[in-house]
């Protein structure tokens, strides 16, 4: 670059000599190097304006020309109803073992109001009440007449409702689409099935989710669209689950018990086939949670695996295994049951202070000897003692597929003395659930393997670790089988099917300690066929009191059997079992031959 | 010739201040604000009622509170464009000096009104968004800067306004407010450029630019996430994009009539980001086309009557003010129609909001008064043949 120098020596020199100032020269020539330096960066910034102009130009030209595409295009009809297909998503239905419907959905409608465009508000709540007696007119009317511009009605109505709603005529009623869990057996299996209601809710849809039981327990899998609408197949049978609930119905009535439970197992495979807990609801209308009272007296509480109880000398068979499977008695060893016995100084009773003297180990069960029991569990001692029924799973709470059955911890003593280990024994002082007596019940039956109750179907046995030995297993099957014929389950022969099984009753401890003399739970833990064992069934009832000759009657034997005989003769043709004929029964028939 | 008569009627020297303002002011501009406003306030009508009745006021609340501080905002900007430059200039450059206090205090006194980032002070009635007014006082401050950097013997100011720059960039990202702090970084990207920034900076800036957007999308899953919904060409419908690109579609032409929107309903953001969705579902392509329009023809007609300033400062101010205005209204529209990913920005002028609408009516003052028509010394080039 060539600087031209602010003071030319030439023109100063010139300058001078005509007398000029020759700063003036150097002023001038700083002010156009000035005006020079100016001038140029006005170019290139008007050359750079240009470009900034029409960049700026493109821009909205091309943001207005994308505005003129989109608003050209028509609404898709997926993206116009957007908001209602993303949460109205289908919910997989709930099947049983069979592939009959639990519960599957129903296309229904909810009813809000807009007040600013009702014509009557008055009418409009006059007719309303017509149709749902339930709503309070004052109310309707205040909330029409206010400054609200959205009211909730119903959240859910049935197409009647809905055209009942329209031929009221009034436009500021309207209706939003509701996908509704519907549970078309009604109450049937409602604890398992639990229920579902309405999580995200918008006007035009509702997102449903699993509030309780195997609808809250498998949300994720219901909901999870990945899964194509595949329903969730459950072990329950929709016909037995409906024989076990109206048999135990029936009984709970009868033997006056304020609560019934029964759980009926597949002994191989751990599948619930029917699981009952009485009272029970309705699932399409679940109650709300209790917020008073005993909870364990509310139908929502799941008695099968929530409810805890002492269940009495149906844990005397789990002792008589034990003592055979050690080898240290076989079915025939003679046990001395006579009294007084005491333990830690505590006096172990029997049942109405009866003396059996010596009984055979088989015995014991048959005639459900307290100091029996007791003295063969001092045999086992504590440390086996806990070990075997920690095999069995009695500690924990059951894996039983529903929310609710993680509710259902057993009660067991901290400190696991002599004591305990005679009362638990004998079913005192160890509280866990039907389903867990279920459980030990199955191993027993299945020849010493535990399985684990599932509510899910199974191809195929799920035979858990082996806790006893076979020959012991079937020792203990035996001893069942002669406790129906000739002990205290006597009520409970079905012809054909060869139950055996064990009673159990257990007084009901006080909410402040000690036991109620005149309130216990009735247990009836069941095999059957016992020859060939291939269901457990166990009935628990909650109180249960019956006058039968002459005499007010609490026990098992006569409360808990007789419902589950009748349960038994009912469903084990469901279960597609063949009664075997006893030749007894030939009696009359005469055998000719020629 | 002049009489010197004692006691004779004073006479100011000039012309008198409304006369001069009138016939030097870029007319059309002016009133492309005006009309802005006014659509401003129509949409206002529409989109801040569920606003309105979501925080239990009456449903026009904010449309009084709009037209009261656009009220305010009108009368700031026809106050700043009677100003000369060089008082718009010496009152700009006060004013940057307070909000970049205010700026630097927010920690301290700032609130966040629980949206996150402390960008606000409370002043009871409304309150104050100092990021806003920062942004007219910097670039006054900046073109200053460099203009003065033009002058043989002039400071370094390209590099100081460089420093202030990235200081108040630095104090927007930890507040945190990316928005803006895009918006003062272009604003001085623009004024840098115009005022002859080499080439090669040019092009490597645009490489940094590449390579920084692909570190931040590989190291910031927030970032990733956006840029991912952007370039998916499937909308999920549920976002507050799919509710504008289906209000857009739902518009079509001309609308679905005025207060029948349904948008308004479900977009959190409807009376401020989304208002153009509001504009377009309810009045259709009509309204946004004339909106569109407004916009571009304030912004260019200002950038075509800078290229005849002679005056290096008022230049790259008015540039500086007038890219800012016109960028934030594209990434608002470009945002709402999918070409840009989602920023949350306002419309100026137009989008709710006391503080931006206030501070809008300065800036717009200010490019006003700098875009006026003044002597250039045209005749002057002419006689000495340098046109």
Redesign the interface.
């Given at each position: 670059m060539i600087r031209t120098p602010l003071r030319p020596l030439a023109r100063i020199l010139e300058a001078r000599e005509k007398g000029e100032n020759p700063d003036a020269i150097e002023r001038e020539n700083i002010r156009r190097r000035h005006a020079e330096m100016q001038d140029k960066s006005r170019q290139r910034a008007e050359g750079r304006l240009l470009v900034l102009g029409g960049f700026f130009l493109c821009a909205f030209v091309v943001i207005g020309a994308r505005m003129g595409m989109l608003a050209t295009t028509e609404p898709v009809e997926p993206l116009a109803s957007a908001a209602g297909s993303a949460i109205a998503m289908q919910r997989a239905d709930i099947v049983d073992r069979d592939g009959r419907i639990l519960a599957t959905n129903f296309d229904t409608h909810s009813l809000y109001a807009q007040p600013p465009q009702m014509v009557d508000p008055d009418a409009a709540a006059e007719g309303l009440i017509k149709i749902f007696p339930d709503l309070k007119k004052e109310r309707l009317i205040k909330d029409f007449t206010g400054k609200r511009k959205f009211v909730w009605i119903k959240k859910r109505i049935s197409p009647e409702q809905k055209q009942a709603v329209h031929d009221i005529g009034d436009p500021g009623l309207l209706f939003g689409p509701r996908e509704m869990r519907l549970y078309p057996n009604g109450r049937l299996a409602a604890h398992v099935l639990g229920g579902a209601g309405f999580g995200k809710e918008g006007v035009n849809a509702a997102e449903v989710i699993g509030v309780a039981g195997v609808e809250k327990q498998f949300d994720g899998y219901l909901r999870d669209p990945a899964n194509g609408g595949k329903p969730l197949q459950l072990s329950l049978d929709l016909t037995i689950q409906a024989a076990s609930e109206r048999v135990l119905y029936g009984g709970m009535k009868l033997m006056n018990a304020k609560g019934a439970t029964s759980v009926l197992m597949d002994v191989k495979t751990g599948e619930v086939i029917s699981v009952v807990s009485l009272p029970d609801f309705d699932p399409n209308d679940r109650p709300r949670p209790p917020t008073s009272g005993d909870a364990s007296d509310n139908p929502l509480f799941n008695r099968a695996v929530q409810g805890v109880y002492e269940l009495g000398s149906t844990f005397k068979i789990f002792t008589a295994a034990q003592a055979v499977d050690l080898g240290l008695v076989n079915p025939e060893t003679m046990i001395d049951t006579s009294g007084p016995m005491r333990v830690s100084g505590f006096p172990i009773g029997e049942f109405r202070n009866k003396n059996y003297g010596n009984l055979s180990v088989a015995d014991i069960i048959v005639k459900s000897s307290n100091r029996g029991t007791g003295r063969l569990a001092l045999q086992i001692g504590p440390t086996r003692q806990k070990a075997f029924l920690g095999s069995l799973g009695m500690f924990d709470p059951t894996p039983f597929e529903i929310v609710e059955a993680r509710g259902g911890q057993p009660l067991f003593p901290k400190k696991w003395t002599d004591l305990s280990t005679v009362t638990i024994s004998y079913g005192h002082g160890l509280s866990s659930s039907p389903m867990h007596l279920a459980a030990g019940y199955a191993a027993i039956a299945n020849g010493g393997h535990y399985v684990s109750p599932t509510l899910l179907k199974q191809r195929e046995p799920q035979l858990g670790p082996r806790v006893m030995s076979p020959e012991a297993a079937e020792a203990a099957q035996k001893m069942l089988r002669k406790v129906v014929t000739s002990g205290t389950a006597s009520f409970a022969e079905v012809p054909g099917y060869r139950v055996g099984g064990k009673t159990g009753t257990a007084d009901k401890p006080k909410p402040n300690g000690g036991y109620y003399e005149s309130k216990v739970i009735a247990t009836f833990a069941s095999i059957f066929p016992s020859d060939d064992p291939k269901y457990v069934l166990i009935v628990t009832l909650d109180e249960p009191s019956i006058i039968a000759y002459g005499e007010e009657r609490r026990s098992a034997g006569w409360t808990a059997v007789p419902v589950a005989a009748e349960m038994i003769g009912r469903v084990a043709p469901l279960l597609g079992l063949r009664p075997k004929v006893e030749p007894g029964q030939l009696a009359g028939i005469t055998l000719t031959s020629n | 010739m002049t009489e010197m008569v004692y006691g004779a009627v004073q006479q100011r020297a000039g012309e008198p201040i409304l006369p001069k303002w009138w016939r030097t002011l870029d007319k059309w501009s002016m009133t492309c604000v005006l009309i802005l406003f006014a659509i401003g306030l129509l949409l206002g009508l529409a989109a801040s009622v569920p606003l309105a009745?979501r925080n239990g006021f009456g449903n026009f609340h904010y449309v009084m509170r709009q037209a009261v501080f656009g009220g305010a905002a009108l009368v700031a900007m026809l106050l700043t464009s009677m100003m000369s430059p060089t008082l718009v200039r010496r009152l700009a450059v006060m004013g940057f000096i307070v909000t970049f206090v205010a700026l630097a205090l927010l920690p301290v006194f700032g609130t966040d009104f629980g949206k996150g980032a402390v960008r606000w002070y409370s002043l009871g009635f409304a309150s104050l968004q100092p990021s806003e007014f920062l942004k007219p006082g910097f670039v006054v401050v900046a073109a200053w800067l460099i203009a003065a950097s033009?002058?043989?013997n002039g400071p370094p100011g390209k590099l100081w306004s460089f420093g202030l720059c990235i200081t108040v960039v630095l104090m927007l990202v930890m507040q945190p407010d990316f928005g803006q702090a895009c918006l003062v970084l272009f604003g001085w990207g623009?004024m840098y450029?115009?005022?002859?920034a080499p080439m090669i900076l040019l092009v490597g800036m645009a490489g940094a630019v590449v390579v920084g957007g692909m570190v931040a999308y590989s190291s910031s899953e927030h970032f990733a996430r956006r840029i991912d919904g952007y370039l998916n060409p499937e909308?999920d419908?549920?976002t507050q994009l799919?509710?504008a690109?289906?209000a857009?579609?739902?518009?079509?032409?001309f609308g679905v009539g005025v207060g029948e929107g349904q948008v308004k309903w479900?977009l959190p953001d409807a009376h401020t980001d989304f208002i153009i969705a509001v504009a377009?579902e309810e009045y259709?392509?009509v309204l946004?086309?004339v909106v569109?329009?407004l916009?571009?023809l304030i912004?260019?007609r200002s950038?075509?009557r800078?290229?005849r300033e002679?005056d290096?400062f008022i230049?790259l101010a008015g540039?500086g003010l007038a890219?800012m205005f016109?960028v934030q209204a594209?990434i608002n529209?470009?945002v709402a129609?999918?070409?840009l990913p989602a920023k949350g920005m306002t419309l100026p002028f137009v989008s709710y909001g006391g503080s931006s609408l206030i501070a809008g009516g300065i800036a717009l003052g200010m490019l006003l008064a700098f875009t006026r028509a003044r002597p250039q010394g045209g005749i002057a080039d002419y006689l000495r043949g340098?046109g």
């Open positions: - | 009745e033009q002058e043989i623009v450029f115009v005022a002859g909308v419908p549920t799919g509710y690109t289906n857009i579609r739902e518009g079509g032409l479900s377009a259709g392509l946004v086309l569109i329009s916009y571009a912004v260019v950038l075509f800078l290229m002679r290096p230049r540039t890219a016109g594209m529209m470009g129609v999918r070409l340098r």
